[in-house]
């Protein structure tokens, strides 16, 4: 019998697959099964029609065997079988079954890497992975000749007749020979093969049979002292066949939804919130995701994957399927099954997919609708869900240059200085007193000594609400926001607060009044300050230290720990109360004991310094300092 020869794109690919491209050879077994599950498929199909198939719905079926002496791994399905010419077509071309031509493709592409084959269903040759020998025996429906094909790799192919009393497809593996770095047997043992499918195939909507081997007490010694103990077989159906995202919500409970998600996703608290969806339209997908109640132990480390469990009708695709969710939801988990994603095998073909970018589109818009909708109907639920992943919503904010403000601002909480609650900045807007012109906001590291910060007395004065913002992303989040509902949201260290002017704006007569303490204090401070200034924010303080321009003293601070070498450093501008007991003191030193009203200058810098704070310039001169006015 002639050999012949596999055509010759198909060789090149296989001799690529036989050199094993894939890293994960295990998904051989997933496209065997897939594979079977298809032929059945298209044999219960007929059946609803055709009378003399003879079989039922429940009589399909797939049995998986190991043989542990010959070393081989069958895999047989009671589907539509393939005559001849299908051996021909099927097997002899790679993929020509597939939406794509191989053919055609590769002649447009003209190149022979990886990303070319991930483009194509090459499900069955995956099995060199491996295999070092396949044999498929087959026998078509409607057929009354049955036929074997064999492989032992690139060089080609034979078909022969055979016999074969029922239809269907066995396909016989044997496994490649062991080496000190790959151990093939482990496809031989009942329970690798078992999790294999369990992992990858559990969802295949007939049963896949195994015989498994089991042991028991031998009936003759049930009684006795010493039991003995037999193996005996037995059938198992290893897949649940029914996802439970495909069930109908309400067949499923809550507590099935929980366990799925927490032995799914090991998880041991059950989720905050599980979203079951149903799309059909440009892309047709079904998706159950969950929002988790903890932050992940690991979530901001690198060590946390992002990404959805992507399904093709049942048959697992890929464990973190990245591109199905934008950045901003990465703490979102779950799967995604559609029909309409073909069992591709490499991640830079998925990426391209169009299919994806559609599903993610869909998939964003859903996960943001039912957090709105949990905003606004479950406020409890949604604090617990902010205070997990609220950071991440305020990254979202900030990232690739504010794309997503739009999105997600109405999604995002701050603590509010009068409600003493986190709140929308739609409920700070709504609640805003009418001459109030700007949103405020003042940073720090806690909302205790945020809210003892000399500047914000005015505004408490004016009845104004603050948002007082403790993470390190709140400021650059604010920055990016810019503006909500036509309001300016501006920082409380501003030089531009927006409060009625008589209260801020200096009379000509004052301004020469304080001329001199001004001058006074710039020439003492020299360039530890860029400028000081007469505040009328200030009303029980002395002085307050403010940075001016786009750089908060947050910020300094957040660069340096990043950067250490950076030197950034915020504009600092020394705030005054001329009329303050303090200030009034040092200046009435002036002429009597010039020394002492430096000193006094120089600690009221490091009394605003660490009120603000910043790291005091020298602590030993501060405490020299403070020492010195103590005699
Ligand atoms: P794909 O499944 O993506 O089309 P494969 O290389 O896995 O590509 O399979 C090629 C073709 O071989 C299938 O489309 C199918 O027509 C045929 N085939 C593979 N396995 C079986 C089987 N168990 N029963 C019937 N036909 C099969």
Not at 89 to 110: C, H, M, R, T
Not at 437 to 457: C, M, N, Q
Not at 599 to 624: F, H, P, R
Request: proline share 2%; glycine share 4%; charged share 35%.
């Amino acid at each position: 019998m002639a050999k012949k020869e596999f055509k010759s794109e198909s060789k090149r690919l296989l001799d690529l697959m036989i050199n094993s491209i894939y890293t994960n050879r295990e998904i051989f077994l997933r496209e065997i099964i897939s594979n079977a599950s298809d032929a059945i498929d298209k044999l219960c199909f007929k059946s609803l029609t055709d009378e003399n198939v003879g079989l039922n719905r429940e009589d399909f079926k797939i049995e998986i065997s190991a043989d542990k002496d010959n070393r081989t791994l069958t895999v047989s399905d009671n589907g539509i079988g393939m005559d001849q010419d299908d051996l021909e077509n099927n097997l002899g071309i790679i993929a020509s079954s597939g939406s794509y031509k191989f053919k055609q493709e590769i002649g447009e592409n003209d190149k022979e890497n990886i990303d070319i084959i991930g483009q194509f269903g090459v499900g069955f040759y995956s099995a060199f992975m491996v295999a070092k020998d396949i044999t498929v025996i087959t026998k078509k429906y409607g057929s009354d000749k049955a036929y074997i094909w064999h492989s032992t790799g690139a060089d080609g192919y034979t078909i022969e007749e055979t016999d074969k009393d029922t239809v269907g497809t066995d396909i016989v593996m044997i496994l490649k020979d062991n080496t000190d770095e790959d151990d093939y047997d482990e496809y031989l043992e009942q329970y690798k093969l078992s999790s294999l499918i369990k992992k990858y195939s559990d969802y295949i909507r007939y049963p896949i049979e195994m015989e498994m081997k089991r042991s028991r007490v031998k009936e003759e010694t049930k009684d006795s002292e010493k039991p003995e103990y037999e193996d005996y077989y037995e059938k198992e159906t290893l897949n649940s066949m029914v996802p439970i995202w495909q069930k109908a919500k309400k067949d499923v409970t809550e507590e099935e939804y929980n366990n799925f998600y927490m032995e799914k996703f090991m998880d041991y608290t059950a989720p905050l919130k599980t979203i079951t969806t149903s799309v059909e339209g440009v892309v047709t997908y079904k998706a159950m995701l969950f929002i988790p109640a903890k932050t992940p132990f690991n979530y901001f480390t690198k060590d946390y994957k992002k990404g959805l469990q992507l399904y093709s009708s049942g048959v697992l695709i890929m464990d973190n399927c990245e591109d199905l969710l934008p950045e901003h939801f990465r703490f979102v988990k779950g799967v995604v099954d559609s029909p309409d994603v073909s069992l591709n095998i490499s991640r830079e073909m998925l990426q391209q997919d169009r299919v994806l970018k559609q599903m993610e589109k869909t998939l964003e818009k859903k996960i943001k609708n039912e957090l709105t909708s949990m905003l606004k109907k479950d406020r409890e639920n949604y604090d617990k869900f902010w205070s997990a992943f609220g950071a991440q919503l305020k990254y979202g904010c900030v990232s690739e240059y504010g794309t997503h403000k739009d999105e997600l601002q109405n999604l995002l909480l701050f603590y509010s200085s009068k409600q003493k609650k986190n709140i929308t900045l739609k409920e700070y807007t709504e609640s805003m007193k009418e001459e109030q012109k700007y949103i405020y906001y003042a940073t720090g590291e806690s909302i205790e000594t945020i809210d003892r910060l000399p500047v914000l007395e005015l505004l408490k004065d004016n009845d104004f609400d603050v948002l007082y913002l403790t993470e390190e992303v709140d400021e650059f989040c604010m920055q990016a926001l810019i503006k909500y509902a036509e309001k300016d949201i501006k920082s409380v260290l501003n030089d531009d607060l927006g409060l009625p002017e008589d209260e801020t704006k200096e009379t000509e007569e004052e301004k020469k009044d304080s001329e001199g303490t001004i001058n006074f204090m710039k020439e003492t401070l020299g360039d530890k300050v860029s400028d000081v200034v007469v505040s009328k924010k200030l009303k029980s303080y002395p002085v307050v230290l403010t940075a001016k321009g786009g750089m908060s003293f947050e910020m300094e601070k957040y660069f340096n720990t990043v950067n250490p070498e950076g030197g950034m450093k915020a504009t600092r501008v020394l705030e005054i109360n001329p009329n303050h007991e303090t200030v009034k003191a040092m200046m009435s030193y002036i002429d009597t004991d010039i020394e002492r009203a430096k000193s006094y200058c120089k600690l009221l810098l490091a009394q605003a310094e660490l009120m603000a704070g910043v790291e005091i310039d020298n602590t030993a001169d501060y405490t020299n300092l403070v020492l010195s006015l103590m005699k």
